[in-house]
């Protein structure tokens, strides 16, 4: 199993940029899909962004493309989703997750495919 904590979240102006964190314990990251979501008030979660359990394959939802990296560090046990030239539309509660997975490459952008939640960082982005 592996616990996930989300931080990094807050107030940020139109165009500037924050990086989110999801500090893991339990088993090391290189065995699971690591992958951020986000839900706005009164919309779905939505799919942000993945990263493959090997580290080397990465997709983005084509409204964060360009803007957005995700990345891991091993050792620290932690994810970031670095957020770049932030709109209004990306204000929402972000979500780190973890998907059980015996694939090295692949990656998932359905929620109901990872097993592990955070509980949610809140990003606003105030124009």
């Known amino acids: 199993q592996v616990q996930l904590v989300e931080s990094g979240g807050g107030l940020v102006q139109v165009g500037g940029s924050l990086r989110l964190s999801c500090a893991a314990s339990?088993?090391?990251?290189?065995?699971?899909?690591m992958g951020w979501f986000r839900q706005a008030p009164g919309k779905e979660r939505e799919f942000v962004a993945a990263?493959?359990?090997?580290?080397?394959?990465?997709g983005y939802a084509d409204s964060v493309k360009g803007r957005f990296t995700i990345s891991r560090d091993n050792a620290k046990k932690t994810m970031y989703l670095q957020m770049n030239s932030l709109k209004p539309e990306d204000t929402a509660s972000y979500y780190c997750?973890?998907?059980?997975?015996?694939?090295?490459?692949?990656?998932?952008?359905?929620?109901?495919?990872?097993?592990?939640w955070g509980r949610g960082t809140q990003v606003t982005v105030s124009s």
């Open positions: 997750a973890a998907a059980d997975t015996s694939l090295r490459w692949g990656i998932t952008r359905q929620s109901s495919e990872y097993n592990y």
């Open positions: 339990g088993r090391t990251l290189s065995n699971y899909i």
């Open positions: 990263l493959s359990a090997n580290g080397l394959s990465t």
